[in-house]
């Protein structure tokens, strides 16, 4: 592909770059191919996006570099605090005061994730500060595969919400601990108060930032309408003017959004549809990001000596995450069934996890390609295999307002994509 990308780009000079051709012209094709696989099989489209990015990192797409950096990595971090912005706003925190149960359940599904990961790639020999990155990276669901698989399947109730927010507070810990741990992965033992220092670095400045953008946010709001697509265009403005400011300050740009997003929540109860008003604008910019997430993963240095650390990694995250939520599932308002929809539900991996792995690859050049070449196989895998659990968990659970129709004679033209 690259002797053919070279030929192209003797006589073709666009003012733009070659770059911007090629991306344009997959986005393209990732958006057909979505649309039709949504119509002829019933699956959620990101499937297809993921699908048309991982054909062309496996065919040499040259648009994207490993490890991420850049406007790649921008656009990235951008689209990821865009998604966990609006996945902090759904947390409302006096829910978890009326039902503890729920931030039990998440804490314990992360903890049981990371500690099961850890042990079982420890027992097959992985390197201790590599096992540790590995595990952490696993910690984190996909609120941004899930909340379109929502969004396709038109789904609402307990186990929708339920995943939702636990995915979001699992991506809350791994930004935290792998934003802190990156920076001392070389270090091999360090105590306690030099563990907790960077931990207590990442979140206090990505606090500051997620504030100030809650609180520009909620000035704004006293004289724009939320509906307003203004507003809209505003929020999209400060997320990026936070993407770019608060790693350079020390802290994590999505989690500066997540924090953000819940602030402003607390500070702006009332629902907001921000998302509605920002319309095929924030479709492209996720579209972007699942497709540059398989670009990047399937173009990686797969190792397959490790396909057993991957099969390990992919198969003891699912039951963990499946089993935390279930252990703590009494008095937490769902039932054991519940429970175990949610879980399955949580099996996507995908931009928060590439994220995780771009941050150690850039930190350490020994440790960080072996961390990353367990993950990226397996970010590649939950991707697309993850939506299509999550989408078949949401079914079982009934809690799909459309049914699952998978021939497109079913459906009329004017309400596929809807």
Not at 199 to 224: D, H, N, P, Q, T
Not at 345 to 353: F, Q
Request: overall charge positive.
């Amino acid at each position: 592909m690259d002797e053919v990308m070279a030929i192209w780009a003797e006589w073709l000079r666009p003012s733009a770059g070659l770059p911007t051709v090629q991306w344009s012209l997959l986005l393209a094709l990732a958006a057909a191919a979505g649309h039709l696989l949504q119509r002829y099989s019933g699956l959620p489209k990101v499937v297809g996006y993921s699908l048309v990015g991982t054909l062309a990192g496996l065919a040499g797409f040259s648009g994207a570099a490993w490890p991420l950096q850049g406007v790649a990595l921008f656009l990235l971090e951008l689209a990821v605090s865009a998604v966990l912005f609006e996945s902090g706003g759904r947390i409302a925190l006096r829910w978890f005061r009326h039902n503890p149960m729920v931030l039990l359940q998440s804490v314990l599904e992360s903890a049981l994730t990371a500690f099961a990961v850890y042990y079982v790639l420890r027992w097959l020999d992985v390197r201790t500060t590599v096992a540790e990155g590995v595990a952490m990276i696993a910690m984190a669901a996909s609120p941004s595969v899930l909340s379109r698989v929502v969004l396709d399947t038109r789904a609402a109730g307990p186990v929708t919400e339920r995943a939702l927010v636990l995915s979001t507070l699992s991506a809350f810990y791994a930004l935290t601990l792998v934003s802190a741990r990156a920076g001392t992965l070389q270090r091999e033992d360090t105590h306690v108060l030099a563990t907790l220092f960077p931990v207590a670095v990442v979140l206090g400045v990505s606090f500051i930032v997620g504030a100030l953008l809650a609180l520009a946010l909620r000035s704004a709001l006293r004289f724009m309408s939320p509906t307003s697509e203004n507003t809209a265009m505003l929020l999209i403005a400060l997320i990026a003017a936070g993407t770019a400011l608060a790693a350079h300050f020390g802290g994590s740009a999505p989690l500066a959004a997540l924090i953000g997003g819940m602030m402003l929540k607390q500070l702006h109860p009332r629902p907001w549809a921000w998302t509605r008003q920002l319309g095929s604008a924030y479709s492209l910019l996720t579209m972007l990001m699942f497709v540059l997430v398989s670009v990047v993963a399937a173009k990686a240095d797969w190792n397959p000596s490790v396909a057993g650390l991957v099969a390990a990694l992919v198969i003891t995250r699912g039951l963990a995450k499946m089993v935390g939520v279930s252990l703590a599932n009494w008095g937490s308002g769902t039932s054991w069934r519940q429970a175990l929809w949610t879980g399955c539900a949580m099996s996507p991996m995908s931009a928060v996890a590439l994220l995780l792995v771009s941050q150690f690859v850039s930190s350490s050049l020994s440790l960080g390609p072996r961390i990353a070449s367990i993950t990226l196989p397996a970010i590649l895998m939950m991707e697309i295999l993850g939506a299509i659990i999550a989408t078949f968990a949401i079914y079982r659970a009934g809690e799909s307002l459309k049914r699952w129709e998978p021939r497109g004679a079913a459906a009329t033209p004017g309400n596929l994509d809807e």
